[in-house]
């Protein structure tokens, strides 16, 4: 299944790029660093993990605002 999955990005015509979010999640500074390299880009000194929670906060949580 996985294969059939992403046979048609293996096999397309244009520059892609494929990237497990397990690397992301756990390698974040180093896989974005590579993927700016190859692209001519650069990563700024300032790059942080977001290492708190989305569900933490009273003014929005998830997108919604809480009535007043």
Known sequence: MY???YH???DADY????????D??????EVVTKICDCMGGVVLD???YVTQTAKVGDE???GKR???
Do not use: C, S, T
């Open 3 to 5: 294969n059939e999955w």
């Open 24 to 29: 992301l999640v756990f390698h974040a500074k």
């Open 8 to 10: 048609e990005y293996l």
């Open 46 to 48: 300032d790059f942080q």
């Open 15 to 22: 520059p892609r790029i494929i990237v497990r979010l397990e």
């Open 60 to 62: 929005n949580i998830h």
């Open 66 to 68: 809480k009535e007043k």
